[in-house]
């Protein structure tokens, strides 16, 4: 799959670390963006900001990760891995701010997302997502996910389709 270099999206700093107002920025994100565009309540926000806070703060450096795209100091876009055994690992928090849709900043910290993934040696990736993201669906099928297991939901207020997406390197 092909990646934009960084150069492609010119006053956008890219990082793998937290700075002060990073956490709270994700979590606001995610529970704006998500109300306006797909109506999920606020179980949704405190289910980010509850699941955020356990991952900051059971952060093991080497294990887990996140990137960051901020433009000005503000988060535009972000993706994490949180380990979930030796060779196991979740994406999680994978957003992008309107702005940075169709340009392919989400496309971008995907590549480097899973070229970290294949490089430390991750055998299996996970994630859970709605039905209705089919952008980023999109990007999973690209790159080898399918759905392993799929669940009706109401936990974020509405109606839902739950998908688990998986991913094996073949390689191992």
């Not at 920025?25 to 699941?51: C, D, M, Q």
């Not at 433009?71 to 972000?78: A, D, L």
Request: aromatic share 16%; hydrophobic share 40%.
């Amino acid at each position: 799959m092909n990646f934009p270099a960084p150069s492609d999206f010119e006053g956008v700093r890219f990082s793998n670390h937290l700075e002060a107002g990073d956490i709270g920025s994700i979590i606001a994100l995610h529970g704006k963006l998500y109300f306006e565009e797909y109506g999920f309540g606020l179980g949704f926000e405190k289910y980010v900001a509850r699941t955020f806070a356990d991952f900051v703060c059971q952060f093991q450096k080497g294990k887990d990760e996140i990137w960051l795209a901020k433009e000005n100091q503000q988060v535009k876009g972000c993706i994490a891995l949180v380990h979930r055994g030796a060779r196991e690992g979740q994406l999680r928090y994978f957003i992008t701010s309107i702005d940075y849709r169709k340009k392919g900043l989400g496309r971008f910290l995907f590549g480097l997302f899973m070229n970290h993934v294949r490089a430390s040696g991750y055998s299996q990736i996970y994630l859970w997502t709605t039905s209705n993201l089919k952008a980023a669906a999109h990007l999973y099928l690209q790159e080898g996910f399918y759905i392993t297991e799929e669940r009706q939901s109401e936990t974020f207020g509405i109606p839902l389709l739950e998908q688990k997406y998986s991913w094996k390197d073949l390689r191992r």
